[in-house]
């Protein structure tokens, strides 16, 4: 059904749940993105599921005027997947934290990712416990001072994307809060991808966290600090347009353009679609300050997704034994009497 049919607007999405997220919270960008996204796609609004796990992010479903559910810690993927196996049909979205999905879910995140299941994951990254009051999280830097590390953080930070990625992934995308343009545009496009999409999103937490990302995301610098990809197109950025990433021997190297000879046709072009993933891998590792931080779609490739082959295995198993009996398999031969 197109979406001229239905006629649904962004407040047909808004729940009558009074949003408790604090005041400035990057929460809101996300959710009111989402919110003027949906009506755009097509799909009657009885037919989304919006399922999350433990954390700030988690209240997600209470918010959005669609069937929900608020899970346990960690397992808002496993969740999805059993309701994405069962009725296919269903616009799936987990939305999750940097703590609920990479520390105690971390399990069931790698295999969501594995299977392929068509659910759209939304990581929001403000690399901060913020629900338990200021801990640090799997994302949060070598050095985070916070309550639970008072002289510094020891641990290296998870890099989601990396981890998706090495979870064969078939879709991995990272968009920020306070850009909404660019944000509608990678969950379109996540929601158009048959089979896992993983979104992270960085976003502020102006309580626990505040200026996360404001070096990277201020406005004032970020066509400077951020490397937008766009399939088919050279990675060029900065405010002029003159900077890019090149490959030699296997690393990627920032470069000016005009200098040494450097034209556009030597910088590297984004295929999403890339098969090989070392290329890939390459860009989700780039961070600040050496390199500018990508955002977009990293990888898109296609590969038959979990529910689909398992409503096939069905059908096949069904052929061959024919319908099964639920009586029959509860009093079946392997059922012992003790005495």
Known sequence: ???????????????????????????????????KLVPTLGIPK??????????????????????????IHGRAPSVATGLKVSRPELSVWV??????????????????????VDINVLLFNNRIYGLTKGQYSPTSEVGKKTKSTPYGSLDYPINSLTLALASEATFIARSYDVNTPHLIEVLKKAHEHKGVSF??????????????????????????KILSLEHGKPMIFGKESNQGIVIRNNTPEVVTLGENGITEKDIEVH??????????YMLTEMDHPKFPVPVG????????????????????????????????LIHGSDTWEVK
Request: net charge negative; aromatic share 12%.
């Open 1 to 35: 059904m197109s979406p001229a049919e239905l006629a649904l607007k962004k407040q047909d999405f808004v729940s009558d749940q009074e949003v408790r997220w604090c005041p400035g919270c990057g929460d809101y960008a996300i959710l009111a993105a989402v919110q």
């Open 46 to 71: 009885e037919n989304f599921a919006f399922i999350s796990g433990i954390g700030c992010s988690s209240r997600f479903p209470y918010y959005m005027n669609t069937y929900g559910f608020h899970t």
């Open 95 to 116: 939305v999750t934290g940097d703590g609920d999905a990479l520390s105690i879910g971390g399990n069931h995140f790698i295999h969501a990712m594995r299977r392929n």
């Open 199 to 224: 979104v992270e999103i960085y976003q502020n937490c102006n309580i626990f966290n505040d200026g996360a990302f404001k070096h990277l995301t201020d406005r004032t610098i970020r066509d400077d």
């Open 271 to 280: 295929d999403e679609f890339g098969e090989n993933p070392a290329i890939t």
């Open 297 to 328: 779609v990293f990888r898109k490739v296609e590969k038959p997704t979990y529910e689909h082959l398992f409503e096939k295995q069905v059908e096949t198993v069904t052929q061959q034994k024919g319908k099964g009996n639920l009586e029959k």
